[in-house]
């Protein structure tokens, strides 16, 4: 059996680095604080006798030596970096939820046949760099290496200049090599499990991504002498765009989701009509189609605003990820094992992208949701309970044992 | 007859101050280029005989003698601070208009009656500061000068401190002294005047304005996993208030006037539900019953969003003039200083807020306003012919001479 207070020791203590006022975490991707949150994680991995390893883009993998060293590694793991004002489990709690299976093969010196790899993925938020999923999308080929290390943050700074300067700009090749199978233990991060009372979400798959930068340009002029009718207001143009992201993705329910996370006004000023407005889409959805479908309405909504309003408007896709069904024998194990340890469980689908969704795509790989607490998360009040998060380490534990034994 | 090139040449010259790109200028009141501005002009004010005042807030008058020293001063001026993307002659033409008169009485060696005072007023555009127009508004009386000197911009700056940064922390009270009269010259910043292909607007009256700041308070939630009807966007709220602040003008056609200028999206994560947006409103009005119907639906849409939209909702209202006409017999020595000229003209009433708007409480007050390019104002590319400019000072010295004689 894992144990409990370890694994959630091991996350309040982490959660003390980059801690906000709120309760929270702010450890944005390669800043100093997620280099010091690095830095306690692998000390942990090195005490519990595992080997690290960092690639060119950041991505730490700590092995644990089975028998037959030659046989592709049995991976879990996810990330520690978060969101602006994020919350303590995202991310962390399936990294250390794979420490803790280490930690307690070792209480009991169990030598597994396959190596065990716990990884510990560079910037999943996507944050403050984009693509979300960033390492291990370039673990599995998605994106090149140079692309990622040219990757810039609003204000300039280099993705490869940040790995150096917090130490983790690594030597190894980014992916190129065989993976067992990858499981990730990791918060609901919604509302489903708590609704239906169980404990562990065996999830069969994810929505599928697109993210956009949209900008709308209209003309700068003065707030009090302008008549109405000859304004070409680049912030009311933009707030029917954002409606329609909306009302798109209530338009494709249940599973359509649609976002505008973050806007900016130019110039900013009271008396000075906005000249241009940039902000992000995030639209989510299971089914292919629809997701296209979902596409196809953003594109043409903002061509008619463009129309309508004497704007123009410009749109970038920055991200996307297709939705992703996981491997079924894996799902199955996850289900087993939440059977066999008598625990609660249902499936579900994962609404929140997940460097998992990448792995499926070179090695049978599965998850494991537990819930949080009103379904909150990417909010410093997000909150989980230590029974919840053992028992989605143990069903972790369970899981991957007999594949490591394979 | 006043120089026109004198006059064209002063106002190139201080739009070298802060020039930007485009052919713009940024002068942001207070900022170190402001004070270089204020250095310059009142070297040019010095050279052409007159002396210079500051008061504690920072406004300079610039005094030519008169015969009898004991009347009050006849006023004119205007401001030199800008908007942030804004232009080099908003502001910037009054104040050497101002000085032209100047300049030319000196060429001719009239000595008038009562002295002539050219003011430059501080924070008329009360983009970096609020409230706008806080210099005049301070003069008389309208503002305490403990609040003004208190008043912060976004950084946390303060007007007292940003003051005596720049060396313009004056000595003299403000206000609370007798003025003959005021006169602004000032470019229209709207289309009438091109359109009706007349040079001089004989500016009757101004609209009256509130402006506010509105914060939106909802949940920060994750973008994918969170079902869109459990949302508390707190963003999608908010874009049907901005709307409605732009359908609230359209239904109070057509001296409705309603622009969101800027708005502030937190915690700005592409993949989070915003939690929290602030955004500025100004609305406008030449009467001051539809004024307060504007203000009264204004409140009305907040609260109906807030309890649709289960969001919170916060109005705050931070600047605040009424509707105001301006002094019939100054209007029709205007007029009649036009007719005389030979130039053609119109009434007009201003929709921006101009510093005389305050000033018509304590004095006779009116403005003359010359046409801009397409009616652009508060943007870069603001631009005015050099003899439409000359008219105006032109107009300004004919309207002002015979007072200055009385
Ligand atoms: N798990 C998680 O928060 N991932 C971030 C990527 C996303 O927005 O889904
Ligand atoms: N003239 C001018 O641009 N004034 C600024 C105040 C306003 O917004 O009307």
Not at 115 to 123: A, F, G, K, L, S
Not at 311 to 323: D, L, Q
């Amino acid at each position: 059996k894992i144990s409990s207070e370890r694994l959630y020791q091991s996350l309040m203590d982490l959660a003390k680095i980059g801690a906000t006022s709120k309760g929270g975490n702010c450890r944005l991707a390669l800043t100093p604080l997620d280099g010091q949150g690095r830095d306690l994680v692998t000390a942990w991995m090195r005490e519990a006798g595992m080997t690290i390893t960092v690639d060119q883009v950041g991505n730490i993998f700590a092995r644990r030596a089975g028998k037959d060293n030659e046989l592709p590694p049995i991976m879990t793991g996810s990330h520690i970096d978060t969101q602006p004002t994020g919350g303590k489990f995202d991310g962390c709690f399936g990294v250390l939820a794979g420490l803790e299976v280490v930690r307690t093969l070792n209480d009991h010196d169990i030598e597994t046949n396959a190596p065990i790899e716990v990884v510990i993925w560079t910037n999943e938020e996507g944050t403050r760099f984009v693509p979300v999923m960033m390492g291990s999308g370039a673990f599995v080929g998605k994106f090149k290496l140079e692309d990622i290390l040219n990757t810039t943050d609003k204000d300039g700074k280099r993705v490869g200049d940040e790995l150096k300067a917090i130490g983790y700009d690594g030597k190894a090749p980014v992916g190129g090599r065989a993976v067992g199978a990858y499981f990730e233990a990791h918060i609901e991060q919604g509302p489903i499990l708590e609704h239906e009372n169980k404990v562990i979400g065996v999830v069969t798959g994810s929505l599928g991504l697109r993210w956009y930068d949209v900008t709308v340009t209209g003309m700068e002029m003065h707030a009090g002498p302008t008549p109405m009718p000859i304004r070409q207001d680049a912030l009311y143009a933009a707030t029917f765009i954002m409606q329609d992201v909306i009302q798109n993705a209530l338009d494709h329910a249940p599973h359509g989701r649609g976002t505008v996370g973050s806007a900016t006004v130019h110039p900013s000023s009271r008396n000075v009509i906005p000249g241009k407005v940039t902000f992000t889409v995030d639209i989510r959805h299971e089914n292919a189609d629809q997701l296209r479908a979902m596409h196809e309405r953003l594109l043409a909504t903002c061509s008619s605003i463009e129309k309508s309003h004497n704007v123009t408007v410009r749109v970038e896709e920055v991200s996307y990820f297709p939705p992703t069904p996981f491997d079924p024998t894996m799902v199955n194990a996850v289900r087993e094992a939440a059977k066999s340890s008598d625990l609660s469980y249902m499936d579900i689908v994962t609404g929140a992208g997940h460097d998992a969704v990448y792995m499926a795509s070179v090695t049978p790989t599965a998850m494991i949701f537990v819930p949080c607490k009103d379904g909150v998360s990417h909010n410093e009040i997000e909150d989980a309970k230590p029974e919840d998060l053992a028992a989605g380490a143990q069903v972790l534990y369970e899981a991957m044992l007999p594949r490591a034994m394979l």
